[in-house]
C-alpha cells in the first residue's frame, strides 16, 4: 500500500493565538435518537465558521475543494483537498481560507455510537482515535490518492443517506461511519501508525460504568457519590479520567445528554417544555431553559413539534 504524505504542522505564532479567547461552544441537533449528524457547506468568504468552536461530539471532515490553515489548540497546519479531520469532545479549532470556494462535508456523532460496543471491543480503540491527547499533525490525515476517493465517496454516502426518511436511515448512518473508520485505522496501521492504542486499557471500565449509571438514572438528582460509587472509585480520580478519557467532566455529560433527551421528547406531539424539564431531571425550569439554550443555541421553544 502507499506510504500516506506527510503533514506539516507547526506551533501557532503567540501573537496570534488570540482566536482562543474566542472560543465558543458549537451545538449540533445532535441527540440518542439521532446520534450522527452530517453536514455539507460551501465558504465563498471570509473563515469556515463564523467563530472559533468546540463541541461535545466527535467530528470527522473531509475537504472536498479549496485549501487552508487550520488551527487547533496551539497548532496550525496547512488543510487541502482530501485532508481528513478528526477531533473529539471539547477541543478548540478554527482557521483561515486562502483558496475559495471551500466546500466540506463532516459528519459529528456522540462518543455513545463507540462506547456501546463495549469496553474490550474495537468501539474503544476507533474512539481512542479521536479522544486521546494528540497533535495537530496526527488530527489532521491526508489520505493516498488511491484512498482518497475511497473516503470521499464514503463520506457523499453519509451525506446522502442523512438526507433520507424511513426505515434503516440510523442503522445505515452507523454501518457507513464505522467502516469509514475501520478503513482509515487499518490504513494508519500499515503505515506503522496507531494513535492511542497504547492507552486502551486506561480506566474504561470505570468509565463504561459510570455512563451506564448517568443514562439509567438522568431522570433523577445525580450526584458526584452517585456517579463514583457506580464506577467504583473515588470522586477526584473519577473526574480525572472522565475528562481524560472523553475531554469533559461527568457533569457536562448528564447535562449534555438530559438537554438531548428534552430536545428529542420536545419534537414528540403532547409535550410542553415543563414536562420535559421534570422528565430529564430538572427541577427549575429557568435552569433548563438556560441550559437548553447554552447547548443547542435556541430556547427549548423551537424544538416543540407545531
Known amino acids: 500500500m502507499s506510504k500516506a504524505p506527510n503533514v506539516s504542522a507547526k506551533p501557532t505564532n503567540v501573537v496570534e493565538l488570540s482566536w482562543l479567547l474566542d472560543v465558543t461552544e458549537s451545538r449540533q441537533p445532535v441527540s440518542e435518537s439521532s446520534p450522527i449528524w452530517v453536514r455539507e457547506g460551501t465558504v465563498l468568504e471570509g473563515p469556515p465558521t463564523a467563530h472559533p468552536e468546540c463541541h461535545p461530539y466527535c467530528e470527522m471532515g473531509i475537504v472536498l475543494e479549496g485549501a487552508g490553515t487550520h488551527l487547533v489548540e496551539g497548532e496550525e497546519a496547512y488543510r487541502v483537498p482530501g485532508d481528513l479531520f478528526l477531533v473529539g469532545p471539547g477541543v478548540p479549532h478554527w482557521g483561515s481560507i486562502q483558496s475559495f470556494p471551500l466546500k466540506f462535508i463532516t459528519v459529528y456523532f456522540l462518543p455513545s455510537v463507540l462506547i456501546e460496543m463495549g469496553p474490550e471491543s474495537d468501539g474503544v480503540r476507533v474512539l481512542r482515535r479521536f479522544t486521546t491527547k494528540q497533535s495537530l499533525q496526527e488530527r489532521l490525515v ?136 421534570l422528565a430529564v ?11 437548553f439554550r447554552s447547548f443547542m443555541g435556541v430556547s427549548p421553544k423551537h424544538y416543540i413539534l407545531k
Open 142 to 277: 491526508r489520505p493516498t490518492r488511491e484512498l482518497r476517493a475511497e473516503f470521499t465517496a464514503t463520506f457523499q454516502q453519509l451525506l446522502a443517506e442523512f438526507g433520507k426518511e424511513g426505515f434503516g436511515r440510523e442503522i445505515r448512518l452507523r454501518t457507513l461511519l464505522l467502516d469509514q473508520m475501520v478503513t482509515l485505522l487499518r490504513w494508519e496501521e500499515s503505515q506503522g501508525v496507531s494513535i492511542g492504542a497504547g492507552q486502551l486499557e486506561i480506566d474504561w471500565r470505570p468509565i463504561l460504568k459510570a455512563l451506564h449509571f448517568l443514562r439509567e438514572n438522568y431522570t433523577e438528582p445525580v450526584y458526584a457519590n452517585d456517579v463514583a460509587r457506580a464506577a467504583g472509585m473515588s470522586e477526584s480520580r473519577l473526574k480525572v479520567i472522565f475528562n481524560e478519557a472523553l475531554g469533559l467532566s461527568w457533569v457536562k455529560y448528564l447535562q449534555g445528554y438530559r438537554i438531548h433527551r428534552a430536545a428529542a421528547l420536545l419534537n414528540e406531539s403532547g409535550h410542553n417544555v415543563t414536562e420535559a424539564a
Open 281 to 291: 431531571g430538572f427541577e427549575s425550569l429557568s435552569h433548563f431553559n438556560e441550559t
